[in-house]
């Protein structure tokens, strides 16, 4: 019953701004974390920012100081604020939860099924 659901990508010039948001939905005991991966053609899926429950946060250094993770825990909802965007951001963007189900003892991952962010030159 849980869902991982991301919205807010989009086609954008570079220089521009895209805000991505993720919400997890369904029987959710606890969130440990969330996060955000892109894998872009021909590469593997890489780490781009996370935040933990206790509110500390890491990014990737290619994206440091244009990208920002921010969540609403009242939603279950994170939030990821890209600007400056380059061409080399191009992938497609998957949310990631490590979460708690309300029938489960253990911590699973969960994916969203990815949007799509394109930055043209």
């Known amino acids: 019953q849980v869902q991982v659901v991301e919205s807010g990508g989009g086609l954008v010039q570079a220089g521009g701004s895209l805000r991505l948001s993720c919400a997890a939905s369904?029987?959710?005991?606890?969130?440990?974390?969330m996060g955000w991966y892109r894998q872009a053609p021909g590469k593997q899926r890489e780490l781009v920012a996370v935040?933990?429950?206790?509110?500390?946060?890491n990014y990737a250094d290619s994206v440091k100081g244009r990208f920002t993770i921010s969540r609403d825990n009242a939603k279950n909802t994170v939030y990821l604020q890209m600007n400056s965007l380059k061409p080399e951001d191009t992938a497609v963007y998957y949310c990631?939860?490590?979460?708690?189900?309300?029938?489960?003892?253990?911590?699973?991952?969960?994916w969203g099924q990815g949007t799509q962010v394109t930055v043209s030159s």
């Open positions: 935040i933990t429950s206790g509110g500390s946060t």
């Open positions: 990631a939860a490590d979460l708690k189900g309300s029938t489960s003892l253990y911590l699973i991952r969960y």
């Open positions: 369904g029987s959710i005991f606890s969130i440990n974390a």
